[in-house]
C-alpha cells in the first residue's frame, strides 16, 4: 500500500516537472492520473488498491461520528428526564477482532462513544468486557454499533 502511495506521489512530480509547471493545480491533475495509472498497475503489486483502504478509513470516521451523535441524543434524553431510571449493567461480547491494533481501536472507538466503555479484553483476545450505561434500553443499539464498527475496523486493517 505504501508503495502504490509512493509511486503515485512520484508520478505527480514527474508530471509537474514535464509540465514545467509548478503550481497546486499541476501537482493535483499529475496525483490524479497517478492514481488512474496505480490502479491500472494494481495488479503487479500484489496487494488491494490503496485507495480502498482510504475509503474504508473515512468509512469507519462516519460511523463513528454517526453513532456518537445518536448516542449523544441517547444520553441526553436520560439526563432531561425528571427521573432517571437506568439501569446501568456490564455484558461480554465475543468479538472477531484479532492483533494488537484492531481489538484496541474497537476499545477506543467505543470509550469515545458516550454511554459505553469497554471495561476489559480477555487475556485471549477473543472477548471484551462492555459497559453499558443502560442495559436493558440501549443494549441493542450498542451490539449494532459494535458489529458495525467491526466490519469497518477490518476493511480498514485487513
Do not use: C
Request: aromatic share 10%.
Amino acid at each position: 500500500m505504501a508503495a502504490q502511495f509512493l509511486l503515485n506521489i512520484v508520478i505527480a512530480f514527474l508530471w509537474t516537472l514535464i509540465a514545467d509547471e509548478l503550481s497546486v493545480n499541476t501537482f493535483t491533475s499529475g496525483f490524479l492520473a497517478g492514481i488512474v495509472i496505480v490502479f491500472l498497475m494494481r495488479r503487479f503489486f500484489g496487494q488491494q488498491f490503496y485507495l480502498r483502504r482510504v475509503y474504508a478509513a473515512i468509512k469507519l470516521l462516519v460511523i463513528f461520528m454517526t453513532n456518537l451523535l445518536t448516542s449523544s441524543i441517547h444520553v441526553i434524553n436520560h439526563i432531561l428526564k425528571p427521573t432517571i431510571r437506568i439501569k446501568p449493567g456490564i455484558f461480554k461480547y465475543d468479538t472477531v477482532l484479532e492483533g494488537e491494533w484492531e481489538i484496541p481501536a474497537l476499545a477506543l472507538l467505543m470509550a469515545l462513544t458516550p454511554g459505553s466503555v469497554v471495561m476489559e479484553v480477555t487475556p485471549e483476545g477473543d472477548a471484551v468486557y462492555i459497559h453499558a450505561m443502560d442495559v436493558e434500553e440501549s443494549k441493542d443499539m450498542l451490539l449494532r454499533s459494535v458489529v458495525r464498527y467491526e466490519k469497518a475496523i477490518m476493511e480498514v486493517t485487513r
